[in-house]
């Protein structure tokens, strides 16, 4: 979960939070009433009853893996464009009218649609979903403008410091696997045709293994069989969407990636993790925390507190569907890039060899029980969880699950799985900067291997 919030505190707030209030983190999650069913089409529809506000929260995700990233990232931009009876315009009107909205987004695994509306308006919002799904116009004008819109956006992200860093990180650690590409090139956007979106629409957009979550005011049975109603002609196969297992980490030199007149330097770090379902995942989700995971952690305190060499330094466990991550992200000063390299690796250093503290290990467990918390105490959140855990093949009782496991880890537990994954050894290492600069501080801790920026 996203830490901003929290960084944003001022050094004085941060002391305050060393001794955090009781959150009662050992009392059990109550889940709500919720139904699952599966339709003839293959699509799994998930109903959650959280009747807190009269709005319903919906979540569809369609297995998209190894689609053409070029059109797949486009089609996101232009599903909602047209249908055959409805323009765009009319579409948002209609959604207006039952206070609702729909908008769609792509990871390396899923097409994903996101929507709300007003509970009463949730046959409606489904039946406008649906013919989205089966009857897309993709308009040549419509889709000209947001083609537009895409490679600006694209060409913006690639002057982008932290963009490119991470473009850098993901060539790294992947190296030929589909994830090592996440972000299609402009010129490639360019090149993308109304027909061609079509076509793709039609050969993956469809229903089998496909997951549809709703959440909110709502009877849960009563919620399926209305989506079984309004999403009754959405068929079809679905296409094999399996992408390989992700390759394991191989270490190597440090990459510096050179650009030039650089004012900071952008840190990254890959580390193995584990999936949420290994019984072992919340002890390194504790690790993690305790080295960098939120603002009252060890290397966050080490250099932003103690130093000032970087205001947001973050790290996070990412999962996707054929391997999960550690990433170490920092921004900081060119002139500070090596001293900001060595904390961070004796942070890595000291997490993997030495147990945490009581008190350290209890205020990063009461953490992580309190973010799990508030991340299913609204609808919107509990639809998020909801759909990403389905499309990892969890439920919901995971949080109960997860929660027992986080309240439980001892500190041995989390030192162990420290030492096998936040090792310094372990990482892969980037550094996008001045590499003139840079480069002599850097190899005076690692082996340096240098590449100019593309």
Do not use: C
């Amino acid at each position: 979960m996203s830490t901003h919030t929290l960084q944003s505190l001022p050094a004085a707030e941060n002391k305050m939070t060393k001794r955090l209030p009781d959150l009662v983190p050992d009392s059990k999650i109550k889940l709500p009433k919720q139904l699952e069913r599966t339709l003839s089409s293959g699509l799994t529809v998930i109903a959650v009853r959280r009747p807190s506000v009269p709005l319903v929260e919906l979540r569809l995700r369609v297995p998209f893996g190894r689609a053409p990233l070029p059109r797949a990232t486009l089609l996101s931009q232009t599903l909602f464009t047209g249908t055959a009876t409805m323009s765009s315009i009319d579409i948002a009107a209609e959604l207006q009218t039952v206070g609702g909205g729909l908008s769609a987004g792509l990871d390396p695994d899923r097409l994903l649609i996101t929507g709300n509306s007003l509970a009463a308006g949730l046959d409606r919002m489904l039946e406008i979903l649906a013919g989205v799904l089966t009857e897309p116009a993709y308009p040549s004008d419509e889709v000209a403008v947001e083609r537009d819109r895409l490679v600006d956006h694209i060409q913006v992200a690639q002057s982008q410091p932290a963009h490119l860093a991470r473009t850098a990180l993901l060539k790294r650690v992947y190296g030929r696997h589909p994830y090592a590409v996440q972000t299609p090139e402009a010129e490639q956007i360019k090149g993308v045709r109304p027909a061609q979106l079509r076509a793709l629409h039609a050969d993956r957009v469809r229903p089998d293994g496909s997951v549809l979550v709703l959440v909110g005011d709502l009877n849960p049975e009563k919620a399926i069989d209305a989506a079984e109603k309004a999403l009754s002609s959405w068929a079809g196969a679905g296409r094999d969407a399996t992408v390989p297992p992700t390759p394991t980490l191989e270490p190597g030199p440090l990459l510096l990636v050179d650009r030039p007149g650089s004012v900071q330097s952008s840190l990254r770090m890959a580390l193995p993790a584990l999936p949420r379902t290994d019984p072992d995942y919340a002890a390194l989700q504790l690790a993690n925390l305790v080295f960098g995971g939120y603002f009252s952690s060890r290397w966050v305190e080490n250099i932003r507190e103690d130093k000032g060499y970087t205001y947001g330094p973050h790290t996070s466990i990412e999962h996707l569907l054929a391997g999960s991550s550690l990433v170490v992200a920092a921004e900081v000063a060119t002139e500070v890039t090596g001293p900001a390299m060595l904390e961070t690796l004796y942070e890595l250093g000291k997490i993997a060899s030495l147990a945490p503290g009581e008190d350290e290990l209890e205020q990063a467990r009461r953490y992580a029980l309190g973010t799990l918390r508030l991340g299913m105490s609204t609808q919107a959140g509990l639809a998020g969880l909801a759909s990403i855990y389905a499309s990892f093949g969890l439920r919901l009782d995971y949080l109960t699950e997860h929660s027992a496991a986080l309240a439980s880890a001892t500190r041995e537990q989390v030192a162990e799985v420290a030492s096998r994954f936040l090792a310094p050894a372990r990482a892969v290492t980037v550094v996008l900067g001045d590499a003139d600069k840079v480069e002599g501080p850097l190899t005076a801790l690692t082996a340096v291997e240098r590449e100019a920026a593309e």
